[in-house]
């Protein structure tokens, strides 16, 4: 419920942010009879999202055990490729991401009025839909029904109210801070995913190894105590863990951190010789 109560918040903070410098930039050019085409725009990708997450939810069902846990393991796999894209693409252009929407804006406003409309669902429907897999397969991962929803939805609510915050001018946030933790803490979610994402395809005979455990646990921590659902909960811990998961595990989180940290040392290094260059 942790992990997707965090995604929820990145994740909607991050499209929620999307529409405030949107408004922001129209608002800024008395442009003011252009939100609405906003406002149907975020409305298109929120619908596309939610069913997209239904689709998710209730498509394999029917199926046969080793199609569903074939489809889910793959889904799972697709997340975390999606999730390591966003980490890495929203530290890269972060700084770059509002202009870069007021140029797709300044575009929009002098083509027909539809234009805008594609615009707002195509930059929030981005998140949103990456949010529903992610979400769908966090859920799987840890086996519970409508905690992770509920947790889920708190993130996006609080992104949501944070937002408009923002917007109003009532709430300042460092958000170079919030995402540089945040990503860091999704890169562990991350890895719990592909873990199970890799269970799922042995369990579909897709991959072999599933009786090979590299080390079992559940006595020390049964996965129905409390410490054991909290650790399942927050990094998709599973006791009983074959070797093919650990190693995916290691090889996913060792060079996603790796070249996270190496990226953030470079952006901070470049940020201080802008501000020496600047000085001098």
């Given amino acids: 419920m942790i992990a997707n109560f965090l995604i929820g918040l990145r994740e909607g903070l991050e499209a929620v942010l999307i529409v405030v410098l949107l408004l922001a930039y129209l608002r800024k050019t008395n442009r003011q009879h252009l939100v609405p085409r906003i406002m149907v725009g975020v409305a298109v990708a929120v619908v596309v999202s939610l069913a997209f997450g239904a689709l998710l939810t209730f498509g394999p069902r029917g199926l046969t055990f080793e ?24 530290a890269r252009t972060s700084r770059s991401l509002a202009s870069n929407l007021h140029h797709q804006v300044d575009a929009a406003a002098d083509g027909s009025a539809w234009v805008l409309v594609v615009v707002a669902a195509l930059s929030v429907g981005r998140e949103g839909l990456e949010t529903a897999l992610f979400i769908w397969a966090a859920a799987r991962a840890t086996g519970e029904t409508w905690q992770p929803i509920v947790g889920a939805a708190a993130g996006l609510v609080i992104a949501v109210v944070v937002g408009t915050l923002i917007h109003r001018g009532a709430l300042r946030v460092n958000l170079s801070v919030f995402f540089t933790w945040t990503a860091a803490a999704l890169i562990i979610v991350a890895a719990g ?51 093919l998961q650990a190693i995916a595990w290691v090889a996913y989180v060792v060079p996603v951190s790796f070249l996270y940290v190496r990226g953030l040392r470079g952006r901070s290094r470049s940020t201080g010789s802008v501000k020496t260059a600047a000085h001098a």
């Fill in 67 to 90: 199609a569903q846990e074939a489809i889910g393991g793959s889904l799972s796999i697709i997340a975390v490729g999606f999730v390591t894209w966003m980490i890495f693409w929203m």
């Fill in 193 to 243: 995913v592909l873990a199970y994402g890799i269970h799922d395809l042995q369990e579909a005979r897709f991959l072999p190894g599933l009786n090979n455990l590299a080390f079992d646990v559940s006595a020390s921590i049964p996965p129905s105590s409390w410490y054991g659902t909290l650790l399942k909960g927050i990094f998709n811990f599973s006791p009983a863990t074959t070797w």
